[in-house]
């Protein structure tokens, strides 16, 4: 298919490999066995998505990728660091510039307009508070919210509060994107809207994403599809015009 021999000789750049994930939720009462040997490679600009059961351990393994939980067993690297190896400061500087994260709920502050929300990565990541809106301003005008700088996220609906959340994810330029269920909490033509917008700002921009969905219907803007289910990643499939189940 690829007609450049240069191209398929160049492997692409692995952005985060995980091999042997094992991870446990131990209390008096019960133990989870949430993840239970996690082999997954995900290469620079895919938009890969990763599906599966409630419960089969999606939040749970995009945690571990994102660094915000630690795994009990096997290897986990991000653009080749290893997130256990390293000093909490150290992690904490780099996860803040390299990765951006998109929740459910979009988790958006209150008490902050919408230019203030999405340029608080800027300024935790050391930017002065004017730069970093002009940066939030650019970035809420493509993905359309240029009207809605100054007002404050309740009175957004749902579809345009996940574009503030997307903004703020994107704002300080990550090379990788991880978003867990992003279109849940949006009616149906609202979540692809989200999904399309995500899938042209990967295309535009290059930047990896990874998105944890149940929607069978946004498969179609994957590259790839990990399928998972009790703990495990049982199959890959191709997106795009591959298999939609
Ligand atoms: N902090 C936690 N403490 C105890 N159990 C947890 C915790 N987080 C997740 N679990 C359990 O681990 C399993 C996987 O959860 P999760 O990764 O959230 O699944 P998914 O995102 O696929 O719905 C579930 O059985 C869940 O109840
Ligand atoms: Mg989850």
């Known amino acids: 298919m690829n007609a450049d021999p240069k191209r398929t000789q160049t492997s692409p750049m692995t952005v985060v490999q995980c091999k042997g994930i094992k991870k446990a939720f131990i209390t008096p009462d019960v133990s989870t066995y949430a993840l239970r040997g996690i082999d997954l490679r995900v290469n620079e600009g895919e938009f890969m998505m990763l599906v599966g059961p409630s419960g089969c351990g999606k939040t749970t393994l995009i945690s571990i990728i994102a660094g915000i939980l630690r795994h009990d067993v ?42 203030e929300n999405v340029s608080v990565p800027l300024l935790i990541n ?58 849940s909490a949006l009616d149906q033509e609202t979540g692809l809207k989200i999904l399309d917008l995500m899938h042209t700002i990967n295309r535009k921009r290059k930047t990896t994403f990874i998105i944890v969905s149940h929607d069978s219907r946004i498969f179609k803007y994957a590259d790839r599809i990990a399928h998972m289910n009790d703990g495990v990643i049982e199959r890959i499939s191709n997106g795009h015009d591959g298999e939609h189940e």
């Open 126 to 183: 050391g930017m002065g508070r004017p730069q970093a809106l002009t940066k939030a301003y650019h970035i809420l005008r493509e993905v359309g919210l240029q009207e809605k700088v100054n007002t404050f996220p309740n009175l957004l609906s749902g579809g345009q509060q996940q574009r503030v959340a997307i903004a703020r994810a994107l704002v300080h330029n990550p090379s990788l994107v991880i978003c867990d269920e992003p279109t």
């Open 74 to 115: 096997g290897d986990c690297t991000v653009f080749d660091k290893n997130f256990s190896t390293m000093h909490p400061d150290d992690l904490l500087r780099f996860r803040g510039k390299t990765i951006g994260f998109i929740f459910q709920s979009f988790n958006l502050i209150p008490t902050l307009t919408v230019a």
